[in-house]
């Protein structure tokens, strides 16, 4: 049985920083694409992260976030870590852990692309 379970949310104020980290159990070597999503409230959920298990470790990152966050799997401990900085308010949601066992390096962006999800982690920023 699949299990992704995220942790590391928090209550930061702008400017600050936080890493999210993302357990995974189970068939987790079948793992190609790992990403992170977050839903505001009233919002739909959207593309934050994603990184791929190939030769280059290929990441891939929303405009809204790129250049304040870096994503990283650590494959002996099962886990993928989502660091942001630089903290805004409008990066106030719930982040949502994923994964993908397809072998594609085209699928990433859509929350469709995604076979298994965590329940989420709470990230508010405070002005």
């Known amino acids: 049985q699949v299990q992704l379970v995220e942790s590391g949310g928090a209550l930061v104020q702008a400017g600050g920083s936080l890493r999210l980290s993302c357990a995974a159990s189970?068939?987790?070597?079948?793992?190609?694409?790992m990403g992170w999503f977050r839903q505001a409230p009233g919002k739909e959920r959207e593309f934050v992260a994603a990184?791929?298990?190939?030769?280059?470790?290929?990441?891939y990152f929303a405009d809204s976030v790129k250049g304040r966050c870096t994503i990283s799997r650590d494959y002996a401990k099962d886990t993928v870590y989502l660091q942001m900085s630089s903290l805004k308010p409008e990066d106030t949601a719930v982040y949502y852990c994923?994964?993908?066992?397809?072998?594609?390096?085209?699928?990433?962006?859509?929350?469709?692309?995604?076979?298994?999800w965590g329940q989420g982690t709470q990230v508010t920023v405070s002005s």
């Open positions: 990184i791929k298990w190939n030769g280059s470790r290929t990441t």
């Open positions: 189970g068939r987790t070597r079948s793992f190609y694409t």
């Open positions: 994923a994964a993908d066992p397809t072998y594609s390096d085209y699928r990433f962006e859509k929350a469709a692309d995604y076979f298994y």
